[in-house]
């Protein structure tokens, strides 16, 4: 079997910063994956359905939305110095085919590896170089297997997973992303569940990749995510006996006691600057 290369330098690719001379006819880049990987042996040619779409990608825009401050701040301006920050949402949208590079391969073969393939990926997202798939949440062990023992997938190490909370940006807030990487062909993917805040449970992944459970633990003590299965789901930040998960939107932020009288600085999104 002949192992894909990592992307390399190609003449036609202008390097970042390069100026284009005038009258030089330069190939269009659609994807910054690289298109020369080389696929293993046994992968199929034809092409599954899976996130399959129609359709340019200007068929597909994302909706926008703006965040302002960084603590919920209305009115006269906190002491935070973050009054002013304006933060711009986007959501992304399904990606057509072709992916680019190694991204379609690695769909179809997992199409062929894991016969619910087609229920459990929801979405394919590529944005910046990277391929998301999102996945059913009950699916997401079984997912993991397929890509970890397929010859033609061999993604063997899950290097991070972590949590994130979309407060009032989507109604399945908690979202749980995972990165893959295969040390035999030199490929990244990411898996991204998504659960709402109300039923957070999801299964674990320690069976698959021995490396999720200090991960999983972290994600359950900051966002209260419950992955059922895992061998010892308890704090690893927090005491033990904490309240709340602190890096939910709606945790509350807190004051921070003085000793000057009994005195004590408010929350930030309670401060107020009267200067």
Known sequence: MTAP????????????????????????????????DVPPSGVPVAAAPIGA???????????????????????????SGFGGLVRRRSTLPDTPRPYGGYFDEVVDALADAYAGAGDAVERVVV?????????????????????????SLRFELCS??????????????????????SMTYRRRIRLECAIPAEDPRLPSVTQV??????????????????FEGHPNLTRILMPDDWEGFPQRKDYPLGGVPVEYKGAEIPPPDQRRSYQ
């Open 5 to 36: 290369q990592m992307p390399g330098p190609d003449a036609s690719v202008p390097a970042p910063g390069a100026v284009k001379e005038q009258g030089d006819a330069q190939p269009e880049v659609t994807n910054p994956a690289n298109p020369s």
């Open 53 to 79: 779409q129609t359709g340019a990608p200007a068929d597909f825009p994302p909706s926008t939305e703006a965040g302002r401050g960084l603590f919920g701040v209305h009115g006269t301006g906190d002491t």
């Open 127 to 151: 944005d910046r170089g990277e391929l998301t798939l999102h996945i059913e949440p009950s699916a997401i062990a079984d997912v993991c297997k397929a890509l970890r023992d397929d010859p």
């Open 160 to 181: 991070s997973v972590s949590g994130v909370d979309y407060l009032g940006h989507d109604e399945k807030r908690l979202h749980i992303t995972y990165h893959l990487a």
């Open 209 to 226: 990749y021995p490396t999720a459970d200090w991960q999983e633990r972290e994600t359950w003590d900051m966002f209260g995510i419950i």
